[in-house]
């Protein structure tokens, strides 16, 4: 399954709370739309049963694991608006309960922002409805309880999507030196093949590794060998652009996704890196030195013969002596 590219940073849960509210609302709303032609409410009818179509094709694509932001946005949620303002008016208080699905409906389809600015629009468009059909003592208790759980429903999603971004952020970091770790690896790498193929724009990765980190740490102890880690990741965030990823992939190996580089500049770029690790002063009595592979990304590369080249290259560093960078020739 996949993910439309219209909505890349919504949180994952999203697509299944949409899918829910879609299926939902073709089992509740499809008899109302049906009976409302049986009595004569065709227009009723007709708005209920546009909105039962939409979200039968929002179920759909959330089945298929696709959020359409456009269709939620801009389809479904106006479609809500119209038919419950429309079936508010035509019927009163036998409708008056309707309201109250659609703002949780907007909460849990859509993205923060929007849904909050899609629910003032709901409450701006519902309120002078129900005080023209509804009764004064009716409308009061009626506003009362739709700003209150408009209110409830703003502050419990808003928590829920900043509780969720939190997690996300954490279980993608490492936190001992608060690069990624392997959780966005693969999505990541695989992205930037696919910009490279269709932009042209070169892609380079630097595979670094540690020398001699085993003996550092038997000789110095862990809390030694973390404290250079950290120097070095914090040295790598300073060092390399935002544009550009850094991995912890391993206890003592990095690797950095370099955007826009070929593998010509991305040596000078290692080499300068090289340099400055080993100018740190992370020992009392020495030097800590890194070997690094680079490799750009070539046409017939994928995921894995990318990575696996430039592990070549790093192993390669590594076998000549450390403390130096091959790269691959091109």
């Not at 699905?101 to 909460?107: K, P």
């Not at 030097?287 to 192993?315: F, P």
Request: with cysteine; net charge neutral.
């Amino acid at each position: 399954m996949h993910r439309l590219n219209n909505a890349p940073n919504l949180p994952d849960f999203l697509v299944k709370s949409t899918l829910g509210i879609a299926l939902v609302s073709v089992l509740i709303v499809t008899p109302f739309a049906l009976s409302n032609f049986a009595v004569g409410h065709y227009l009723i009818g007709i708005f209920t049963l546009i909105l039962t179509s939409l979200c039968t094709i929002n179920a759909y694509h959330c089945y298929q694991g696709n959020y359409h932001l456009g269709l939620n946005l801009f389809g479904i949620a106006p479609a809500i608006i119209i038919a419950i303002g429309y079936a508010l008016y035509e019927l009163g208080v036998v409708a008056s309960y309707w309201p109250y699905l659609g703002i949780l409906a907007f909460y849990f389809m859509l993205p923060e922002k929007p849904a909050w600015i899609t629910n003032i629009i709901f409450i701006l468009t519902i309120s002078p409805i129900a005080w023209y059909v509804l009764e004064p003592s009716v409308a009061i208790r009626f506003t009362a309880v739709l700003l209150g759980l408009s209110f409830f429903a703003f502050l419990s999603m808003r928590e829920i999507f900043k509780q969720h971004h939190m997690l996300k952020q954490l279980s993608a970091t490492d936190p001992l030196t608060g690069l990624n770790n392997r959780l966005l690896l693969k999505s990541t790498i695989d992205h930037a093949i696919h910009q490279s193929a269709r932009s042209n724009i070169a892609m380079s990765l630097i595979m670094l590794d540690i020398d001699h980190f085993k003996k550092i740490n038997d000789e110095y102890g862990h809390s030694v060998g973390d404290s250079i880690l950290g120097a070095i990741g914090a040295l790598l965030q300073s060092f390399f652009r935002k544009d550009d990823t850094i991995f912890r992939i391993g206890g003592e190996e990095f690797l950095i996704l370099i955007h826009n580089t070929n593998g010509i500049a991305t040596h000078k770029i290692a080499e300068k890196l090289r340099s400055k690790i080993e100018n740190l002063s992370l020992l009392p009595n020495g030097s800590v030195t890194v070997s690094i592979g680079v490799c750009e990304l070539q046409a017939d590369m994928n995921r894995k013969s990318w990575m696996k080249q430039c592990d070549d290259n790093l192993y390669l560093a590594k076998s000549s002596g450390r403390n130096q960078v091959v790269v691959s020739s091109t």
